[in-house]
C-alpha cells in the first residue's frame, strides 16, 4: 500500500478503512503503520489491524471478545509491515487466533485474538464513577500529547473529560469524550476503539510526574482489550484511563470504555516501562 506524503514528508490521512487496508502476498498480508514518536509505528494501528485481518476470516456471528498484544519490537513505520494470521482453535461458541507483525526478520508485535458468538443470559456491569464530573463533549479539544504525532487522531473528535489535578487524593487519571466523524462499517466498531485505545493510556501512568522532569523514555510492553457489549464509535463514548501503580520503571494503565448513556463496553490494560530523569539538587 502506497502512503500519501504531505509536504512535510508525514503521511497523509485518507481514512481508517484506508490505512487498515492489506494487500496479499503468498501466505502473508501486507500493510503500512501510521507513526507515533518519531519512526515508531503507532501500536494502536498494528492492534486495530491485526484485529481487522481476524475479522476478515472469521466465521460468520463471530465478535471480539479480547484482544491481547505482546510488543516485541520498536519496528520503523516507513517500512511495509508484513502480517502473517494462524486459526489456534474452532469450537462452536469460540475462536482463538494468532497474528504476528514482522518487518524483515524483526517480530514487532504478537496479537492473540479471541472471538465468541454472543449468546443470551443475565448482565451486569459497572457503571462510569466519573460520569457526574466530566464535562462532557462540550469541554475544549485535546492536543496530542508532547512528541505524538497529530496524524493519529484524524478522524477523530477527542475532547476532555474529567482530569487529575496536582493536589487530588487517589488515582490519577485523565478521561476522554471520543467520536469517529468518519462513518464506518458495523464490523469496524471494535477496531476503531482498539484504535482509540492507545492513544493516551501510556501517558496517564506519570501524569504527576512533571516537576524537574528532563527526559521520558517509555514504551508500551503489553496491551489487552476486553469487550463486553457493542458499541456506535460514530456517537460520543468515555474512555476512563487512570494508573494504579508505577514502580520499577513499570506502570499499569487501565481504561473503561463506556458509550453516553453509561453502558460499559470494553476494559483496557497497558503495562508499559517508563524511564523517567529529573533535575538534581545541588
Wanted: proline share 7%; glycine share 8%; aromatic share 6%.
Amino acid at each position: 500500500m502506497t502512503r500519501d506524503e504531505t509536504t512535510n514528508d508525514e503521511p497523509g490521512w485518507r481514512g481508517f478503512r484506508a490505512h487498515l487496508a492489506v494487500t496479499t502476498q503468498g501466505d502473508e498480508r501486507v500493510g503500512s503503520c501510521l507513526p507515533a514518536l518519531g519512526s515508531r509505528p503507532y501500536g494502536g494501528h498494528l492492534i486495530a489491524q491485526a484485529l481487522v485481518l481476524v475479522l476478515d476470516d472469521a466465521s460468520p456471528g463471530f465478535v471480539p471478545l479480547t484482544v491481547h498484544t505482546h510488543f516485541l519490537s520498536m519496528g520503523d513505520a516507513g517500512k511495509p509491515i508484513r502480517y502473517r494470521t494462524d486459526r489456534l482453535r474452532v469450537g462452536r461458541s469460540f475462536e482463538h487466533w494468532s497474528v504476528d507483525a514482522r518487518q524483515d526478520d524483526v517480530l514487532l508485535t504478537r496479537v492473540t485474538v479471541v472471538l465468541h458468538q454472543p449468546e443470551a443470559g443475565p448482565s451486569h456491569a459497572v457503571r462510569p464513577s466519573r460520569m457526574s464530573s466530566m464535562e462532557g463533549p462540550s469541554a475544549l479539544a485535546v492536543e496530542p500529547p508532547h512528541g505524538s504525532s497529530s496524524i493519529l487522531r484524524e478522524g477523530l473528535e477527542i475532547r476532555r473529560g474529567a482530569q487529575w489535578q496536582p493536589g487530588d487524593e487517589g488515582l490519577h487519571y485523565q478521561d476522554r469524550w471520543i467520536r469517529c466523524l468518519e462513518p464506518v462499517p458495523a464490523a469496524m466498531n471494535e477496531v476503531v476503539l482498539a484504535w482509540c485505545s492507545d492513544l493516551e493510556l501510556a501517558p496517564t501512568v506519570d501524569l504527576p510526574y512533571t516537576e524537574g522532569l528532563t527526559s521520558r523514555v517509555g514504551a508500551s510492553l503489553e496491551h489487552s482489550i476486553r469487550f463486553h457489549a457493542p458499541i456506535d464509535v460514530t456517537r460520543w463514548w468515555l474512555l476512563e484511563q487512570d494508573s494504579p501503580a508505577l514502580s520499577n520503571g513499570r506502570g499499569l494503565a487501565v481504561a473503561r470504555a463506556f458509550t453516553a448513556d453509561g453502558e460499559l463496553v470494553a476494559s483496557i490494560v497497558q503495562h508499559t516501562m517508563v524511564r523517567l530523569s529529573f533535575e538534581t539538587t545541588p
